[in-house]
Structure formats: C-alpha cells, structure tokens
C-alpha cells in the first residue's frame, strides 16, 4: 500500500497515536483538548498525502524539501495552524517538536504495515517528508509573520502609552514656570505626580519583562506580615482611583503568611484595575479572601463579556494580543502592554502558587490565586 493511501485509510488512528506522543514531548500539549491539540492536523495529513500523489519535477520536489516551495500560501492548513499555534503559546522550537511527532508517528506505523523495504518504499518516505517539511516552512513563516506583527503592536503601543503622560508632565512643568495660585500648582502637582507614576509603572514593567526574558526571574523577598491587611490597602488605593465604579471586599481582619508585600501589592493592583477595566460598570468588582489553612486563596472577580476560549490559553502571556474586535465599550483599551497579567503570573509563581482564570457569561471572570502559608525560599534575580 502507497503511503499517502495509508494516510487516508488510517487518519484516525493515525491522530490519536500523534496525539499520545505529542502531549509527552511539547509541554503546552499537556493542558490542551483533544480539538485545540489536533487542531488542523487531519487537513495537514492530507494535504501531505495529496501532494505525494501528485506529479513532480525534481526542481520542484529538491525545493519542497528545503522548504522553498513557492509560494507560501497563507490561506494553506498548515499556515493558518502556525498562526494559531502561535496564538496559544507554542514557541518556535514546541511547533517544530509537533511536525517532527507528526513524522514520526506516521513512518512508526506505516513501517508496521510494510514488508520489503525497496526503492519504492524509500520514495515514498522521501515524498512523505518533503511535504512535512513543506507544512512546517509555511507554518513557521505565518508564525514569525505573527510574533513580528505582535513585536510592532507592542512597541507601537508603549509609544502611544508614553506619549500621554509625558505630554502631560510637559504641559505641568509649563504651568509651574507661571505664576499662579497655591491650588492650581497644587492640581498642577498632582497630574505631574500621576504622570511620573505612570511612566514609572511603564518602564517597571519593560524592565521586569525583560529579566523574566533573560532568565533571571523577578526577584521575590517573603516575609512574614498580614495579607489581610495589605488587600485591604490595595483595594483603597483601587477605589480611589475609579470613583465612580463600586468595588466590594471580603477580607478576613489577619491572615498571616510569608510573602513579599510589594510585589503583592502589585499582583493585587493588577488584578483589581485589570477587573475594572474590563467589568461591567452595571456590577461590582469583588476581592475576595479565603484562609484555607495550608493556603491562602485570593479571588477578583467581575460581571461582562466572557473571555474568548481561545484566548484562555494565552491570557498570562506576553506580546500575544487578544482580539478585542467585539469588545464593549468599558473593556481595556486598545493601548495596554499586555504585561500585567504574565508579570503577575511570574510574581505569583515566585512565591510558589499558582494563578488561574475561569470566565463565562452566567458566573463572570474570577482570577484566582492560591499561595502556600509558608511562602517559598527567597529568590534572587539570576538565581
């Protein structure tokens, strides 16, 4: 039997032997359902299996095999399945790892169903993998299409970010060389304040961003001291900055455990402004804390729009950007980082918990962090 016949006899069983082998070997595999994993495999397989029984010069096959078939064609299954590979997390060498299951989960098993290995054989193995080679160089020409245009919406965006506080803070620096009355250098002050704050908070993140990128981590110091006490700061310090938006709280009065109350305070900012933003005005935003013995569990949640599925899976990644093309009005903005979330993730992981998500119309968006009382070793950038 032709091997592209064997594709198209066996795709299903081919799928879940793939599919077995790819949770083992690519790590965002292991959370992933079986749709989001096989994810535009079964085009792909016979994509390929048309291909081998297709008529070929030896320039055009020497080409595909090199992965220079032009052209690339991003409307192709395995482009669009690089895209959205992409979308979901995977980096370049994890989309490699999933075509080279592929190749060998496939030559596993058609080997199980051939006797003599002849010339025959070997042709159609060399077609077979010139087509993986193929599906691979255009899925990993849309993936790298994609992280570039993410890198330029990214900067574009800080650019945006910057320019509004620093204008304002140059408009302040103006007024301040004026003569004027004690409260309107007063109001002056405050809006210079604010905007150095924002810019601050801007390069704090890029900063942090960027050691989490060189493999240094961001340095986490716990120390014994109240998380009830320190949410209840935060949580002030987030009305007072939306006024007109109400913000309910549980609190238990002391919750002791080994944290550190900065970086704490942070993920907490994060996480209420982030519910703020992207909340119905119509409900409130609640923080909510749970002293469960060993841990303690911290809730924010808020009524609207649910997040897409398909967003879930890369949420607490950086410089991926979520389609907000149906977004309501009172959503987050068009100009964010995106940096909140991944930093709160790494500030969370550092203390040894976890942080996850759960969204959907009836119940709203709940970000939910677990921490262990007695907080994890120090860690130290470089570390």
Not at 71 to 85: I, S, V, W
Not at 154 to 163: E, K, S
Request: negative net charge.
């Amino acid at each position: 039997m032709r091997l592209s016949q064997f594709i198209k006899d066996n795709i299903e069983p081919i799928l879940v032997e793939w599919e077995s082998f790819a949770r083992t070997m690519i790590p965002p595999a292991e959370t992933m359902s079986v749709v989001e994993l096989r994810d535009h495999a079964h085009e792909i397989l016979l994509a390929i299996a048309g291909e081998m029984e297709s008529a070929q010069s030896e320039k055009e096959r020497e080409a595909k095999s090199k992965g220079l078939a032009m052209p690339f064609l991003k409307e192709t299954f395995a482009a669009e399945h690089g895209g959205l590979r992409q979308r979901v997390g995977f980096d370049l060498s994890q989309l490699g790892a999933e075509y080279r299951a592929l190749r060998a989960t496939v030559l596993r098993l058609w080997m199980g169903h051939v006797g003599t290995v002849d010339a025959a054989v070997l042709e159609e193995v060399v077609r077979f993998n010139e087509g993986i080679d193929q599906g691979l160089a255009e899925a990993m020409a849309t993936y790298s299409e994609h992280v570039a245009n993410s890198r330029d919406t990214f900067l574009a965006v800080l650019g945006h970010d910057l320019r509004n506080p620093l204008s304002a803070l140059s408009s302040c620096i103006h007024l301040l060389e004026l003569a004027g009355e004690a409260q309107p250098r007063e109001r002056t002050l405050q809006i210079a304040r604010r905007s150095i704050a924002s810019i601050n908070d801007m390069v704090t993140d890029l900063l942090e961003y960027t050691r989490t990128r060189l493999g240094r981590g961001i340095e986490v110091v716990p120390q014994e001291g109240n998380l009830g006490a320190l949410c209840q700061e935060a949580f002030d310090e987030v009305c007072a900055a939306y006024p007109k938006r109400e913000l309910v709280a549980e609190l238990p009065a002391d919750v002791v455990l080994m944290f550190d109350a900065p970086r704490m305070r942070q993920v907490l900012t994060n996480l209420l402004s982030n519910a703020v933003q992207h909340g119905d005005p119509a409900y409130p935003v609640a923080l909510v804390i749970r002293d469960e013995g060993a841990h303690v569990t911290l809730i924010v949640k808020n009524q609207g729009r649910p997040i897409p599925p398909d967003a879930m899976q890369v949420i607490f990644n950086p410089l991926v950007q979520v389609a907000t093309r149906e977004s309501a009005p009172h959503e987050r903005p068009a100009t964010s980082l995106g940096l909140g979330l991944y930093i709160a993730r790494e500030i969370v992981t550092g203390h040894g918990g976890t942080i996850t998500v759960t969204s959907c119309a009836a119940e709203g968006t709940a970000f939910t962090v677990h921490l262990p009382r007695g907080g994890k070793q120090a860690t130290q950038p470089g570390a």
